[in-house]
């Protein structure tokens, strides 16, 4: 995976050529494809927790991780690690289970590249 087919967006400081959002859409049905960047994927659910990968950079920050159409739960982003250009990391939700219906997980990553 490569952060080369993203498009600079952001405005980046001196010490980063591009700062890249990456977004990844979790629904009932696993990763929204039309709404998730590309080169990222989700591994299948277990008890409200997906693994993920995506391209990683110099520095990964996570930006925003919420649920959509589910009032009381939260996302939590826990064992994040980058190798060979791929950070993956275990998103999970509070309630302790897969999102069913029409509720999402959405996940927003600013990627430092140099």
Not at 10 to 18: K, R, T, V
Not at 20 to 44: C, F, K, M
């Amino acid at each position: 995976m490569a952060l080369a087919s993203y498009a600079r967006n952001l405005y980046a400081p001196q010490a980063f050529i591009d700062v890249n959002l990456v977004t990844i859409v979790i629904t009932a049905a696993g990763r929204d494809a039309s709404r998730s960047s590309p080169d990222t994927a989700v591994g299948a659910g277990a008890s409200g927790a997906y693994v993920c990968t995506m391209p990683s950079g110099v520095k990964q920050v996570l930006v925003g991780a919420d649920t959509v159409n589910s009032s009381t739960d939260k996302v939590s982003v826990t064992s994040l690690s980058s190798s060979g250009g791929v950070t993956t990391f275990t998103a999970t939700k509070s309630d302790g289970a897969n999102a069913a219906g029409s509720e999402e997980i959405h996940l927003t990553f600013l990627v430092f590249n140099q």
